[in-house]
């Protein structure tokens, strides 16, 4: 299983707040899970992730390469959601097909068309006019259709009812089957990383208490009580 993502030694200071010697890796394969509360630094490691900010010490590898070394063939294989809809409101998912065909060689017209139609999402209808959810179910069906060997995901299932989420929760899931890739999920939802991943990380006041797979986690207990354990000072990592 070749590596996707390995986050070495990072650290990255604020004036009041520091994200101190993180460490985590990715593997074909793996869906990650990265809980905290508000504040944790979960953002801030995604910035560090997609090279939006710079960094004290350490090393972060995406697919075997630095973005010294290579940030264009790095980004093609990203795919990214985020807790909000990017796309211009005045666009329909059918012209917003057509601007990614043109920025990605990787774009599978196809694959776009069949999760337009699995999530329901109208080809004609203004981004506009479309609630949260099918704004998130259409950031999904982009982020997907450019086969993306690692999807970054910060927040993107929050606000969407249990019904949606499992929907896209599973896509995702037969998405990484499929494909051999890696996702990495920021999120308060527990329940959304008991279903789909198999790493866990846990980021507490900008230290990565642990970062492991579920398998062993819970072992031990539920999730929430081990974070429960962290957090009252129990279990050191
Ligand atoms: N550009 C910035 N300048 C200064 N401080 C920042 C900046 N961006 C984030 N921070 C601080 O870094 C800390 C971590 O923020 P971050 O957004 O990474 O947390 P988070 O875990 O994603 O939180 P949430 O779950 O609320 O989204 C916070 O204290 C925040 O104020």
Redesign the pocket.
């Given at each position: 299983m070749n590596t996707l993502l390995k986050v070495s030694n990072i650290s990255k200071d604020?004036?009041?707040?520091s994200l101190n010697d993180i460490n985590l890796e990715i593997l074909e394969g793996d869906i990650m899970g990265l809980i905290?509360?508000?504040?944790?630094?979960?953002?801030?490691?995604f910035k560090l992730i997609l090279n939006l900010t710079s960094y004290k010490n350490g090393t972060i590898e995406l697919f075997g390469k630095n973005y010294k070394e290579d940030e264009k063939f790095i980004k093609n294989k990203i795919g990214i959601v985020l807790d909000q809809c990017h796309f211009h409101e005045l666009l329909n998912p059918q012209e917003i097909g057509r601007i990614f065909s043109n920025i990605y060689d990787t774009w599978d017209k196809k694959s776009y068309a069949s999760y337009l139609e699995r999530f329901n999402l109208p080809i004609k209808t203004k981004v506009g006019k479309f609630s949260k959810g099918m704004k998130v179910k259409l950031s999904f069906a982009v982020a997907l259709s450019h086969k993306p060997k690692l999807l970054l995901l910060d927040?993107a299932t929050s606000g969407l009812d249990p019904i949606m989420r499992v929907d896209i929760l599973d896509t995702l899931k037969e998405y990484v089957i499929e494909n051999n890739s890696g996702v990495l999920i920021?999120t308060?939802i527990l329940s959304d990383v008991e279903r789909i991943a198999n790493k866990l990380s846990f980021?507490h006041k900008g230290d990565l208490v642990f970062s492991e797979y579920t398998s062993s986690i819970t072992k031990n207990g539920s999730i929430e009580s081990l974070m429960e354990k962290f957090i009252k000072g129990e279990v050191r990592k």
């Open positions: 604020y004036p009041n707040f905290g509360e508000n504040g944790a630094g979960k953002t801030t490691l927040e920021a308060h980021l």
